[in-house]
Protein backbone atom coordinates (compact mmCIF):
# COMPACT_ATOMS: atom_id res chain seq x y z
CA UNK A 1 0.00 0.00 0.00
CA UNK A 2 1.05 3.63 -0.93
CA UNK A 3 1.92 5.83 1.91
CA UNK A 4 3.37 8.76 2.26
CA UNK A 5 3.52 10.79 5.49
CA UNK A 6 3.96 14.53 6.12
CA UNK A 7 5.86 15.95 9.15
CA UNK A 8 7.29 18.79 10.08
CA UNK A 9 5.17 21.78 9.93
CA UNK A 10 3.93 24.52 13.09
CA UNK A 11 3.71 27.08 13.87
CA UNK A 12 6.45 29.94 12.67
CA UNK A 13 6.77 33.71 12.99
CA UNK A 14 7.11 35.70 9.43
CA UNK A 15 10.46 35.35 8.11
CA UNK A 16 11.07 32.42 9.55
CA UNK A 17 12.13 29.15 8.55
CA UNK A 18 10.70 25.16 8.44
CA UNK A 19 11.73 22.12 7.14
CA UNK A 20 9.18 19.79 6.03
CA UNK A 21 9.90 16.16 5.54
CA UNK A 22 7.44 13.73 3.56
CA UNK A 23 8.09 9.62 4.62
CA UNK A 24 7.40 7.29 1.23
CA UNK A 25 6.72 3.25 1.81
CA UNK A 26 4.68 0.73 -0.45
CA UNK A 27 6.22 1.79 -3.70
CA UNK A 28 9.89 2.07 -5.25
CA UNK A 29 10.38 5.89 -4.08
CA UNK A 30 13.64 6.14 -6.54
CA UNK A 31 11.16 5.68 -9.41
CA UNK A 32 8.81 8.37 -9.11
CA UNK A 33 8.59 12.40 -9.93
CA UNK A 34 7.35 13.99 -6.43
CA UNK A 35 5.82 17.06 -5.47
CA UNK A 36 4.69 19.31 -2.81
CA UNK A 37 1.18 21.22 -3.02
CA UNK A 38 -0.47 23.37 -0.76
CA UNK A 39 -3.64 24.83 0.48
CA UNK A 40 -4.35 27.60 2.20
CA UNK A 41 -7.44 27.97 4.65
CA UNK A 42 -10.89 27.07 2.30
CA UNK A 43 -9.06 27.95 -0.84
CA UNK A 44 -7.78 25.78 -3.83
CA UNK A 45 -4.70 23.54 -4.79
CA UNK A 46 -1.85 25.46 -5.49
CA UNK A 47 1.36 23.60 -6.64
CA UNK A 48 4.86 24.13 -4.74
CA UNK A 49 7.38 22.46 -6.04
CA UNK A 50 8.45 19.07 -8.06
CA UNK A 51 11.43 17.27 -8.45
CA UNK A 52 12.43 14.14 -10.83
CA UNK A 53 13.27 10.76 -9.29
CA UNK A 54 16.86 11.49 -9.33
CA UNK A 55 16.67 14.63 -8.01
CA UNK A 56 18.18 16.07 -11.23
CA UNK A 57 15.07 18.32 -12.53
CA UNK A 58 13.33 20.46 -9.82
CA UNK A 59 10.97 23.32 -10.63
CA UNK A 60 9.28 25.91 -8.39
CA UNK A 61 6.22 28.15 -8.75
CA UNK A 62 6.96 31.92 -9.16
CA UNK A 63 5.36 32.18 -5.47
CA UNK A 64 7.99 30.30 -3.78
CA UNK A 65 11.38 30.73 -5.89
CA UNK A 66 14.18 31.90 -4.27
CA UNK A 67 13.09 30.79 -0.66
CA UNK A 68 11.54 27.24 -0.65
CA UNK A 69 14.13 24.40 -1.49
CA UNK A 70 12.69 20.64 -2.46
CA UNK A 71 14.95 17.78 -2.29
CA UNK A 72 15.02 14.00 -1.72
CA UNK A 73 16.73 11.19 -0.16
CA UNK A 74 16.29 8.20 -2.32
CA UNK A 75 18.30 5.95 0.15
CA UNK A 76 15.70 6.85 3.06
CA UNK A 77 12.71 7.45 1.06
CA UNK A 78 12.00 10.65 1.80
CA UNK A 79 11.28 13.92 0.44
CA UNK A 80 12.12 17.35 2.04
CA UNK A 81 10.90 21.10 1.69
CA UNK A 82 13.36 23.47 3.23
CA UNK A 83 11.18 27.05 3.70
CA UNK A 84 13.05 30.07 4.67
CA UNK A 85 12.08 33.54 4.29
CA UNK A 86 8.31 32.46 5.50
CA UNK A 87 5.30 35.06 4.73
CA UNK A 88 2.03 35.20 6.32
CA UNK A 89 0.65 34.02 2.80
CA UNK A 90 2.23 30.56 2.86
CA UNK A 91 -0.08 29.66 5.84
CA UNK A 92 -1.26 26.44 3.75
CA UNK A 93 -1.87 22.86 4.43
CA UNK A 94 1.25 21.04 2.61
CA UNK A 95 0.86 18.14 0.81
CA UNK A 96 3.45 15.43 -0.60
CA UNK A 97 1.98 13.94 -3.84
CA UNK A 98 3.77 11.58 -5.81
CA UNK A 99 3.27 11.85 -9.95
CA UNK A 100 1.78 8.60 -11.65
CA UNK A 101 3.80 7.14 -14.75
CA UNK A 102 4.40 6.76 -17.69
CA UNK A 103 5.57 10.25 -18.07
CA UNK A 104 3.06 10.94 -20.71
CA UNK A 105 0.13 10.36 -18.29
CA UNK A 106 1.26 11.24 -15.44
CA UNK A 107 -1.51 12.77 -12.88
CA UNK A 108 -1.03 13.30 -8.90
CA UNK A 109 -1.31 9.89 -8.08
CA UNK A 110 -0.75 9.34 -3.91
CA UNK A 111 -1.52 12.16 -1.48
CA UNK A 112 -0.34 12.65 2.06
CA UNK A 113 -2.82 13.82 5.04
CA UNK A 114 -0.98 17.14 4.77
CA UNK A 115 0.91 18.83 7.68
CA UNK A 116 -0.04 22.49 8.54
CA UNK A 117 2.32 25.40 8.40
CA UNK A 118 1.20 28.81 10.15
CA UNK A 119 2.75 31.89 9.63
CA UNK A 120 2.12 34.40 12.08
CA UNK A 121 3.33 36.59 15.05
CA UNK B 1 1.56 31.13 -12.71
CA UNK B 2 -1.80 31.47 -14.77
CA UNK B 3 -4.09 29.01 -13.37
CA UNK B 4 -7.15 26.70 -15.29
CA UNK B 5 -10.51 27.89 -15.33
CA UNK B 6 -13.45 25.89 -13.36
CA UNK B 7 -16.76 27.19 -12.37
CA UNK B 8 -16.78 27.87 -8.91
CA UNK B 9 -20.27 26.17 -8.08
CA UNK B 10 -22.51 23.62 -9.67
CA UNK B 11 -25.89 22.16 -8.11
CA UNK B 12 -27.65 19.75 -9.56
CA UNK B 13 -30.60 17.62 -7.83
CA UNK B 14 -29.93 14.38 -6.67
CA UNK B 15 -29.13 11.00 -9.38
CA UNK B 16 -29.54 13.71 -11.86
CA UNK B 17 -26.03 14.37 -14.01
CA UNK B 18 -23.56 17.00 -13.74
CA UNK B 19 -20.64 18.06 -15.91
CA UNK B 20 -17.83 19.70 -14.77
CA UNK B 21 -15.55 21.94 -16.91
CA UNK B 22 -12.09 22.99 -16.79
CA UNK B 23 -10.52 25.33 -19.48
CA UNK B 24 -6.94 26.04 -19.90
CA UNK B 25 -4.77 26.66 -23.31
CA UNK B 26 -2.64 24.64 -25.26
CA UNK B 27 0.26 24.55 -23.40
CA UNK B 28 -1.57 22.71 -20.73
CA UNK B 29 -4.78 21.20 -21.03
CA UNK B 30 -4.97 21.44 -24.74
CA UNK B 31 -1.28 19.51 -24.50
CA UNK B 32 -1.32 16.39 -22.67
CA UNK B 33 -4.87 16.58 -21.25
CA UNK B 34 -5.98 17.54 -17.61
CA UNK B 35 -6.26 15.01 -14.76
CA UNK B 36 -9.08 15.07 -12.18
CA UNK B 37 -9.20 14.99 -8.03
CA UNK B 38 -11.93 15.18 -5.86
CA UNK B 39 -11.82 16.42 -2.34
CA UNK B 40 -14.14 15.89 0.70
CA UNK B 41 -13.90 18.61 3.34
CA UNK B 42 -10.86 17.66 5.76
CA UNK B 43 -9.14 15.03 3.73
CA UNK B 44 -6.46 15.16 0.86
CA UNK B 45 -7.24 15.35 -2.52
CA UNK B 46 -8.03 11.36 -4.43
CA UNK B 47 -7.42 10.86 -7.71
CA UNK B 48 -10.24 10.39 -10.49
CA UNK B 49 -8.80 10.14 -13.63
CA UNK B 50 -5.69 10.44 -15.09
CA UNK B 51 -4.46 12.78 -17.61
CA UNK B 52 -5.57 9.97 -20.53
CA UNK B 53 -9.49 9.68 -19.33
CA UNK B 54 -8.65 6.44 -17.63
CA UNK B 55 -10.12 5.72 -14.40
CA UNK B 56 -8.28 4.33 -11.16
CA UNK B 57 -9.32 0.94 -10.08
CA UNK B 58 -11.76 1.42 -7.67
CA UNK B 59 -13.65 4.89 -8.87
CA UNK B 60 -17.08 4.21 -9.82
CA UNK B 61 -17.99 4.22 -13.77
CA UNK B 62 -20.91 7.00 -12.70
CA UNK B 63 -17.45 9.26 -13.00
CA UNK B 64 -16.18 9.93 -16.77
CA UNK B 65 -13.89 12.23 -18.22
CA UNK B 66 -12.93 13.79 -22.17
CA UNK B 67 -11.22 16.89 -23.74
CA UNK B 68 -11.75 18.80 -26.25
CA UNK B 69 -9.66 20.88 -27.59
CA UNK B 70 -7.99 23.07 -24.25
CA UNK B 71 -11.28 22.31 -22.18
CA UNK B 72 -11.97 18.76 -20.01
CA UNK B 73 -14.93 17.83 -19.03
CA UNK B 74 -16.08 16.01 -15.78
CA UNK B 75 -19.64 13.74 -15.71
CA UNK B 76 -20.80 12.30 -13.23
CA UNK B 77 -24.38 10.64 -13.42
CA UNK B 78 -26.64 9.18 -11.08
CA UNK B 79 -25.60 11.74 -8.45
CA UNK B 80 -25.28 10.39 -5.17
CA UNK B 81 -24.97 12.11 -1.49
CA UNK B 82 -21.58 11.35 -1.29
CA UNK B 83 -20.09 12.98 -4.40
CA UNK B 84 -21.20 16.50 -3.36
CA UNK B 85 -17.12 17.89 -2.69
CA UNK B 86 -14.38 20.12 -4.42
CA UNK B 87 -13.40 18.98 -7.24
CA UNK B 88 -10.29 20.06 -9.12
CA UNK B 89 -8.37 20.00 -12.62
CA UNK B 90 -4.91 20.12 -13.31
CA UNK B 91 -2.38 19.89 -16.09
CA UNK B 92 1.10 20.32 -16.85
CA UNK B 93 2.09 23.58 -18.74
CA UNK B 94 4.82 22.94 -21.06
CA UNK B 95 5.26 26.51 -21.63
CA UNK B 96 5.34 27.49 -17.94
CA UNK B 97 7.19 24.79 -16.78
CA UNK B 98 4.77 24.32 -14.06
CA UNK B 99 2.09 22.03 -12.85
CA UNK B 100 -1.35 24.56 -12.70
CA UNK B 101 -4.54 23.29 -10.85
CA UNK B 102 -8.20 24.96 -11.39
CA UNK B 103 -9.47 26.95 -8.70
CA UNK B 104 -12.28 24.27 -8.35
CA UNK B 105 -15.42 23.67 -8.02
CA UNK B 106 -18.19 22.81 -5.64
CA UNK B 107 -19.86 20.66 -6.62
CA UNK B 108 -23.64 20.14 -4.27
CA UNK B 109 -25.79 17.70 -4.56
CA UNK B 110 -29.55 18.59 -4.09
Known amino acids: EVQLVESGGGLVQPGGSLRLSCAASGFTFSSYEMNWVRQAPGKGLEWVSHISPSGNNIYYADSVKGRFTISRDNAKNSLYLQMNSLRAEDTAVYYCARLSIPVDIRSFEYWGQGTLVTVSS | QAGLTQPPSVSKDLRQTATLTCTGN????????ASWLQQHPGHPPKLLFYRNNNRPSGISERFSASRSGNTASLTITGLQPEDEADYFC???????????FGGGTKLTVL
Open chain 2, 90 to 100: SAWDSSLTAWV
Open chain 2, 26 to 33: SNNVGYQG
